[in-house]
């Protein structure tokens, strides 16, 4: 299942936005279906991280790793075994001088059928949320700045 999602413009740099996505261990406290993330791996580019996301009854614990693209995109993906395919990009795009725009797009399938259910009816819903999470923290940080 893919959904993309596209924010409205904010009064935030393109750098400031980019910070908020990639501060991935962050998630769980603005981000309703993370529970965990930690980052095991660091380098210049590339995080390896460690996290346990909860949709309904599910929890899923998977590693994945995350592509930064200071400061235009970051792209999440995962190798994990019950995963078919987890492809998350998070999209910073400048709009005009004092502001940018965060786009979501998300490709997920799971190997278990059920999982694939109850995870796949929420992903249009969630994915929605989590933008506007991401706009939510953005003001919460950078509004008094």
Do not use: N
């Not at 965990?36 to 210049?44: D, F, K, N, Q, T």
Request: charged share 25%; with cysteine.
């Amino acid at each position: 299942m893919r959904i993309e999602r596209h924010g409205r413009r904010l009064p935030y740099s393109s750098e400031q936005i980019f910070d908020l996505a990639a501060d991935i261990e962050r998630y769980p406290q603005f981000l309703r279906w993370w529970i965990s993330a930690h980052i095991v791996r660091r380098e210049p580019q590339l995080l390896t991280v460690e996290q346990v996301l909860g949709v309904g009854p599910v929890q899923m614990r998977f590693t994945s790793q995350a592509l930064l693209q200071r400061p235009d995109c970051l792209e999440v993906r995962s190798s994990d075994s019950m995963f078919e395919k987890f492809h998350m990009r998070f999209l910073v795009s400048p709009q005009g001088p004092d502001g940018c725009s965060l786009s979501i797009a998300a490709e997920l399938e799971l190997r278990s059928v059920i999982q694939q259910l109850v995870v796949g009816a929420a992903l249009s819903t969630s994915v929605d949320e989590i933008l506007s999470a991401f706009e939510a923290r953005a003001h919460a940080l950078y509004r008094a700045h």
